[in-house]
């Protein structure tokens, strides 16, 4: 499996008179982890939508390896590209293997079944998110948490060159955090995620692209993007920002108060 390159050109995004992104272009390499981030209502899940195919661009493009994502044909788009959106599924009734091997079909061809690879690669991607005692559970009495991870088990089953996230984190403990986030930065993939967390952003992203008002602010590594003027600018907020001695990214820590134009 070879990861894809993934390049937004110019992107911008409208919803009737209303414009969620103006102009934004974003390189994702193969096997990067590139993160996006900024305040709420900032683009990040917008641009999301726009890769997956729910967004049209009012303008620019999106292309994966190359080839507008709009004109690829849904089947071969569903063998690259996997995403895991904010509002985890409820009302699916459906045990947790069912939900997670949901993720074979672009594999398959209608009405087939689930091969023994199908199997083991269902369990894997269990495994790889501490769920596979969760498997003959029925989807929906699983707590927020466990859903949040049973939806990333079933992109990691569909084996997308191309990953993306929005907000994965939400719902997860600390430990649950870092071992999803362990997981995707081993992936023989490449992975678009949005984070809220600028400390696990900092930590796992090799890249990151600060949005505000549906504009790009900055982008880079994020020891460029995490900078105290930066957050004060976007986030209205003061912050310190020093390099961490053990893991050699930036640790944000945020001072009490928030800053006012005023």
Request: glycine content about 6%; some cysteine.
């Amino acid at each position: 499996m070879t990861a894809t390159t993934l390049v937004l050109h110019n992107v911008t995004l409208t919803a009737e008179e209303h414009r969620l992104v103006e102009d934004v272009s974003l390189t994702a390499r193969p096997g990067e982890v590139i993160g996006l981030a900024g305040p709420n209502g900032s683009g990040k899940s917008s641009l999301l939508r726009t890769v997956y195919r729910v967004m049209r661009p009012a303008a620019g493009r999106v292309l994966i390896d190359g080839h507008d994502a709009w004109t690829l044909p849904a089947r071969q788009l569903a063998r690259t590209v996997a995403a895991v959106v904010q509002e985890p599924g409820t009302g699916i009734d459906l045990s947790v293997r069912e939900v997670v091997a949901m993720g074979r079909t672009p594999h398959k061809r209608f009405l087939d079944g689930d091969t023994v690879e199908d199997a083991g690669l269902i369990h894997s991607a269990l495994t790889s998110v501490d769920a596979a005692h969760l498997a003959d559970r029925p989807f929906d009495r699983l707590s927020g948490g466990e859903r949040q991870r049973v939806l990333i088990a079933r992109a990691l089953a569909q084996q997308p060159t191309l990953l993306i996230l929005d907000e994965p984190t939400n719902h997860l403990d600390i430990r649950h955090q870092l071992s999803v986030l362990d997981t995707l930065r081993r992936l023989p993939a490449t992975v678009l995620t949005a984070l809220h967390d600028l400390n696990l952003a900092a930590r796992y992203c090799d890249r990151l692209y600060l949005l505000s008002d549906g504009a790009l602010i900055a982008s880079g590594p994020p020891a460029d993007v995490l900078t105290p003027q930066l957050l004060a600018d976007v986030y209205q907020v003061q912050a310190e920002v020093a390099i961490h001695p053990r893991t050699g990214s930036p640790q944000v820590t945020y001072l009490p108060g928030v800053l006012t134009d005023s």
